[in-house]
């Protein structure tokens, strides 16, 4: 057992760490680990069902994850896209699946096709999580309206879990159904319960007079332990009730403590499920499955993006959310794999080689995801070039007037409402350039001039009156600053280009050609150094002088034209 286990997650960290090289997911790297744990290389058997037993520990523990991160507020947020779209998407990627699944000849019935469709239709919030992170793009609207999307996914998953073992048992549906709406009522209503007058109060004590280690594991405890009560006293699945018992965690006071202290054990345990997967694939079930696995993988990489695109689209929503989303849902993943193995092994609804093909096709659109999300920017960038302008879009921007400045603000996040509310208060003309179209929206009723669309593109700045203002500010650290102050400079040239960033690095940079830019690091180096300087009893006039030639230094300004003020 140990050498099996010491062979899987060492393959498994070196190969995640070339995968993270390469700039693919780590997933990526523990699928082909268990590939290649799986050959007779080893000079000694590797046991793959040892493999399996403790992935089903990271199963239990990833939908306890799921769980505490678990939060209707985040859904609620972005509920007018999120929902219908990942409703409707959901429906329309299991129907697309289980007809290719069909065509590309599979076997097993429309049964068969339809739990294909649903295990194809499922992204992986990994992958989907790290894809928006590299591309800066996690913390932005469309970012969070994929998370809220995944969500969704991730409820229907989780219902998906629960009915197998009642679809697929011994029992007659009708009756089977009614029993087990029956025991999860009664689970969910015990599992509430207990969060409210026991776990809490295990928890709080624990915190106060144990150490680390004991809190730790009294949060696994609570998870293994409430999976193990639903399975076998409610004959639900465990990831249900690991799902739940994250919820009731999550809702505490100590979820952040759980977060950190218990779930490095997740994503141990995690690892190995993926590379039991990886054991379990055959390279030889592609070639000779071959249609159904190119089927598959054009699905997921071409149908799934652009049918998601479509929807947004119809929801009336900007193209850079559909090509950000849709994108972003462009791969397959954990929950695709825990509902094939489930479907395939334990109730065999689902013929072997298609989950096999399931693993294969979820490689590739992993490895290619992340790989070809890097130039969603620049479709967005093509789409809204050639996108027509409102025809209103312009009434809402009032002509520049002779006696006012006027400056245009590119994003309304919380510096670009501070910029705004203090601009204004001094008689500025502001125009505020925002991305949201809710925002947008917003703004109008306020009475404050807003036009939705790319700061990038010059037809959108000459509708702000680029041309007139002395100032254009990028209030937005992943915004792209180098390009908005090209284009403003190119119909402006006297324009004053001033934006935020958070590294230094990037600051470096973009200080080329004149603008004034603003450091993340810096200013927060600075503001702390200033304090302490204050506290160990400097004046203010030797504070300021140090700030200014710091900023000197950093500008590549020589010290000795420096000026205080």
């Not at 960290?13 to 523990?30: D, N, R």
């Not at 680990?33 to 990271?58: N, Y």
């Not at 929902?83 to 329309?92: E, F, H, I, N, R």
């Not at 505020?432 to 036009?451: C, F, Q």
């Amino acid at each position: 057992m140990i050498f099996t286990l010491v062979i899987g997650l060492a393959l498994a960290f070196v190969l995640g760490m070339v995968a993270q090289k390469l700039h693919l997911s780590p997933l990526v790297g523990y699928l082909v680990a268990g590939m290649l744990a799986a050959q007779d290389w080893w000079g000694h058997p590797v046991d793959h069902h040892v493999v399996e037993e403790f992935s089903h520990i990271g199963v239990v523990l990833l939908l306890f994850g799921v769980g505490l991160h678990f939060h209707f507020k985040d859904l609620l947020a972005v509920r007018k896209v999120a929902v219908p779209g990942a409703v409707t998407c959901s429906l329309l990627w299991t129907g697309i699946g289980g007809l290719v699944y069909y065509l590309c000849g599979g076997s097993g019935g429309w049964v068969a096709a339809a739990i294909f469709g649903m295990c194809v239709c499922v992204s992986s919030t990994v992958v989907l999580t790290r894809v928006l992170e590299d591309n800066k793009m996690l913390q932005t609207p469309a970012g969070h309206t994929a998370l809220g999307w995944l969500v969704v996914e991730d409820l229907f998953t989780i219902i998906l879990l629960v009915l197998m073992p009642v679809m697929f048992g011994d029992d007659a549906l009708l009756p089977a159904l009614g029993g087990m709406a029956v025991k999860l009522t009664l689970l969910v209503l015990i599992v509430a319960f207990l969060g409210k007058r026991i776990i809490t109060r295990v928890l709080t004590y624990v915190a106060r007079n144990g150490s680390d280690e004991l809190f730790t594991l009294g949060v696994l405890v609570i998870a293994l332990g409430i999976a193990v009560l639903s399975s076998y006293v409610f004959n639900a699945s465990m990831e249900f009730g690991a799902f739940l018992s994250g919820m009731v965690v999550g809702q505490s006071k100590f979820a952040s403590r759980a977060a950190s202290d218990a779930l490095p054990m997740r994503d141990a345990f995690a690892v190995l499920f993926f590379v039991s997967v990886g054991m379990g694939f055959q390279m030889s079930g592609l070639v000779d499955y071959w249609p159904l696995a190119l089927g598959t993988t054009a699905y997921v990489l071409l149908i799934k993006p652009v049918t998601g695109y479509i929807v947004i689209r119809l929801l009336r929503r900007p193209p850079r959310l559909g090509v950000v989303v849709g994108g972003a849902l462009a791969q397959i993943g954990e929950f695709s794999f825990i509902l094939a193995t489930l479907a395939a092994s334990t109730y065999g609804v689902l013929p072997l080689y298609a989950a096999n093909v399931i693993t294969g096709a979820a490689i590739i659109s992993i490895t290619l995801n992340a790989a070809l999300f890097r130039y969603v920017p620049k479709l967005i960038h093509l789409l809204e070039k050639n996108a027509p302008v409102p025809a209103d879009a312009a009434a809402h921007v009032p002509e520049p007037s002779e006696d006012k400045h006027r400056v245009i603000v590119v994003g309304y996040g919380p510096s670009g409402q501070i910029m705004t509310a203090l601009l204004r208060k001094y008689d500025v003309e502001v125009v505020v350039l925002e991305m949201n179209i809710d925002t947008v929206s917003r703004l109008h009723k306020e009475g404050i001039p807003a036009l939705h669309g790319d700061a990038r593109l010059r037809h959108i700045l000459k509708l702000a009156g680029v041309e007139h203002a002395q100032a254009i500010m990028v209030t937005a650290a992943a915004a792209p600053a180098k390009e908005i102050a090209a284009a403003a400079r190119s119909l402006n040239k006297g324009i004053n280009v001033m934006a935020y960033t958070t590294y230094m690095s990037q600051a470096q940079e973009l200080r080329i050609g004149g603008n004034s830019v603003f450091s993340g690091e810096e200013e927060v180096a600075l503001s702390m150094s200033s304090a302490l300087l204050r506290k160990l009893g400097a004046t203010d006039e030797q504070v300021n002088r140090e700030r200014i030639a710091t900023r000197r230094s950093l500008a590549g300004l020589p010290p000795e034209e420096m000026e205080i003020s």
